[in-house]
């Protein structure tokens, strides 16, 4: 009985210790101030790519990609862009699937950015 | 021992012949003799570990681990194209383990944000009758989650604490009679980092939760938990579950229906986008695996 008492002492002592310091209760606006949302020069390789490699490559691209939809690249985003699934999934608007899954939606200025591309008619460079 | 017991007393008033014995005195000594002077404990208030997503007041037996596989497939409203979902899904890969009968811990790995989470749970009351008289279970669970994912924007000085967020709960309990069990759960969750001040970085919940049981290895399961108002309730969804447990020899099946892809709780309790209504259900699955460690179990098996 002994070492069983030990040992769930010790389990709590070290998870404790582990993870008790790391409370905290920061919001990233005051860490890092406000970042100035860049609208200018918005195309697929200025900006649009990164944007979706970072939010949305790893369950649509080469590796994964569901309903067949993959963003890794300019012809395989045209698809999603032409048939207004990527505005729709992007803005939650109804009748679409809220993009990034179950994430609530992109960084204000990442949607801003998308938003103006789409409205600019997705050029590529 | 109590029959050998009453047939000794028997004998010996008889042998006495106590002439002013009537049937009631007999009556009132058999009743002192049987009268249960141990615990009678509630078992099977609920048939997992967790109701559905959320965690019940059961805790693995002694020295029992337990292999828990979950799965959470993609939306059904997408119809036949993705038969409903079952091309898509997120998934959990866990493990249980019963230091006691009061007292287990939890660690779990979840492809979704490629979350580490890890967990104790003390049961403190039990629900009993016989020696003494308690009308609840009550259970403590605490966890944590550590989030993997590579950094949004790697180039600013990311802080480990950022990765962290943590969820503490109390599990009240009480089986009605061999078909019902409710389950009420405040919950607490601490979020390290947020996006803006206005984001909380403390969220209250209350989970409810109820089984019904429909056959000897068939039940019905309800979860819900309620956000209580403020910044979160706002952007998100309260998570509404329903599904069937199916016990078999040595597993135990969960199969539901939730508004949720998340299976950790900072994700379905604060972060479910989902909504029944537009039809943002997801189906899914938990599968228990029973390895009981102690060897006089083992042996049973």
Redesign the interface.
């Known amino acids: 009985m002994k070492w069983?008492v030990i040992?769930?002492f010790l389990?709590?002592a070290c998870?404790l210790s582990f993870?008790s310091p790391?409370?905290?209760?920061?919001?990233?606006?005051?860490?890092?101030g406000s970042q100035k949302c860049d609208t200018t020069n918005i195309t697929w390789n200025s900006k649009v790519a990164a944007i979706l490699q970072?939010n949305c490559v790893y369950c649509h691209g080469p590796d994964v990609s569901?309903?067949g939809v993959r963003h890794d690249s300019y012809t395989s985003e045209m698809v999603v862009v032409n048939d207004g699934r990527l505005r729709g999934v992007i803005n939650h608007l109804d009748g679409f699937?809220?993009m990034p899954?179950?994430?609530?939606k992109l960084?204000e200025c990442e949607l801003k950015i998308l938003n103006i591309w789409l409205n600019n008619g997705a050029p590529e460079n | 021992m109590p029959m050998k017991k009453i047939f000794a007393l028997s004998l010996l008033l008889c042998l006495l012949q106590i002439p002013y014995l009537n049937g009631q005195d007999i009556d009132q000594l058999l009743k002192e003799l049987s009268d249960d002077k141990t615990p009678n404990y509630t078992f099977g208030t609920f048939k997992g570990t967790t109701i559905i997503n959320g965690q019940s007041v059961e805790v693995p037996g002694n020295y029992d681990l337990r292999f828990i596989i979950s799965h959470r497939f993609?939306?059904i409203s997408?119809g036949i194209?993705?038969f409903f979902g079952l091309?898509?899904g997120t998934t959990r890969l866990g493990f249980e383990y019963g230091?006691?009968d009061n007292?287990s811990?939890s660690i779990g790995r979840n492809n979704?944000e490629k979350i580490y989470d890890?967990g104790?749970k003390l049961r403190l009351l039990r629900q009993q009758t016989g020696l003494r008289s308690i009308p609840v279970t009550i259970s403590v669970f605490t966890s944590?989650f550590i989030k993997t994912v590579k950094w949004?924007i790697p180039d600013?000085e990311n802080?480990?604490?950022?990765r962290?967020s943590?969820m503490n709960q109390i599990l009240i309990a009480r089986k009605f009679n061999q078909k019902i069990s409710i389950q009420i759960s405040p919950t607490h969750i601490?979020k390290?980092?947020?996006?803006?001040?206005q984001?909380q970085?403390?969220i209250f919940a209350v989970g409810m939760g109820a089984r019904y049981k429909l056959g000897k290895k068939f039940s019905l399961n309800g979860e819900y938990f309620y956000l209580i108002p403020g910044k979160t309730a706002d952007?998100?969804i309260n998570n509404l579950s329903l599904g069937f447990d199916i016990e078999a020899a040595g597993h135990v099946f969960q199969i539901h229906a939730t508004n949720?892809?998340?299976m950790f709780g900072r994700?379905f309790i604060t972060?479910?986008?989902?909504s029944w209504e537009e039809g943002?259900i997801y189906l899914g699955f938990n599968i228990y695996r029973v390895f009981p460690l102690n060897k006089n179990d083992r042996n049973k098996q």
């Open positions: 069983k040992l769930t389990v709590f998870l993870f790391s409370c905290e209760n920061n919001n990233e606006l005051d860490l890092y970072k569901y309903n699937s809220k899954k179950d994430l609530g960084p | 993609g939306e997408q194209y993705t091309d898509q230091f006691n007292m811990i979704f890890g104790i944590f949004e600013r802080l480990y604490s950022s962290l943590y601490h390290n980092l947020v996006p803006t001040p984001d970085n403390n952007d998100y949720s892809q998340a994700g972060e479910t986008a989902g943002n």
